[in-house]
């Protein structure tokens, strides 16, 4: 019986990484389902697991998940079930945004952040593509920066092309297990890529900016840094829904609102109409931001279509 971490997941082949850097070929036997969470992938990238390795084939077949102390998961596009992990037993998430080419949006980016923070997991901003914004664009970075620093998400700029940003990147992920997230085409593999260039993982051209590639990344998958650590590189994702959870749970994963909360009239306050309440109040004035608000609002009437 062998023991590793899964580094890469195609849905029914998986590669392990165990003993002194020896990778084995395995496949899964039984079910391997988390209790009361139905997944498209009983098994992902980043968990640990037990195998029985066959020396003879070089192969193996996984016979035990391992306890997660925290995944990262979204809404599967497969309707036969509810949720799809991105990757396990993460140390710290890197969230991938740009301006534009192609642009982020707020929501988008506090759908990702809701979810890191319901499994604590801590998260960062990139602002990748730097070189290319205008004065637009930089004022739109920076009231991006603006907003999330003040909430306590840290936010870091960065330029591929101009090799601006990569080893502050480097320091805040050395010796961890990151993910790298992010919509389609924002430069995930080509950030990889200059982190690690040994791995010269295949990007393809986006619009007529031919120096910066998006990433054509079908499955994920964990790659070591020569700078210690590792970064998973997730395919990338057009649409992000939130996990299922109580319409009442949702305000607790963003921390601005979740402070002010402590103020409303009621314990129970939702935030949408109640009289007394804090965190409208706190949107009138300012101190919690209009979008983010409006974030939370969107996600609190997905679910509401839940209970009805």
């Known amino acids: ?47 640990n697991v037990k195998f029985d390795y066959e020396p003879d084939s070089n192969t193996g077949i996984i016979t035990e998940l391992l306890d997660r102390r925290n995944y990262i998961l979204r809404k599967a596009t497969n309707l036969s079930k509810e949720f799809q992990i991105i990757a396990a037993n993460v140390d710290h998430l890197f969230l991938m945004i740009t301006i534009i080419l192609p642009e982020t949006l707020v929501e988008f980016i506090d759908r990702f952040l809701m979810t890191a923070e319901a499994y604590r997991v801590p998260a960062t901003i990139i602002i990748n593509k730097t070189d290319l914004y205008g004065e637009a664009e930089t004022k739109r970075m920076e009231y991006l920066e603006s907003l999330y620093t003040r909430i306590g998400y840290e936010c870091l700029r960065l330029s591929i092309i101009k090799n601006q940003g990569l080893e502050i990147l480097k320091t805040r992920m050395k010796g961890k297990i990151n993910l790298l997230a992010g919509n389609s085409g924002v430069g995930k593999t080509t950030l990889i890529n200059a982190l690690n260039p040994a791995l010269n993982l295949k990007t393809e051209a986006i619009s007529d900016y031919h120096k910066q590639g998006k990433h054509v990344t079908t499955f994920p998958e964990m790659h070591p840094m020569p700078f210690g650590g590792f970064v998973i590189d997730s395919p990338g994702i057009r649409g992000f829904g939130v996990i299922d959870m109580e319409k009442n749970e949702i305000y607790h ?56």
């Open 1 to 47: 019986m062998e023991q590793g971490i899964v580094i890469k997941s195609t849905g029914s082949h998986y590669r392990v990484l165990h003993g002194d850097g020896k990778i084995t070929d395995c496949v899964i036997r039984g079910k391997f389902r988390k209790k009361n969470l139905r997944t498209t992938n009983p098994i992902a990238v980043g968990d």
């Open 253 to 308: 994963f963003f921390p601005e609102i979740f402070r002010t909360s402590k103020e409303c009239r009621f314990y129970n306050c939702l935030h949408f109409d109640e009289p007394g309440c804090a965190v409208r109040d706190a949107v009138e004035t300012g101190a919690i931001d209009p979008l983010r608000y409006r974030s939370y609002l969107n996600i609190l009437n997905d679910n509401n279509r839940k209970y009805r």
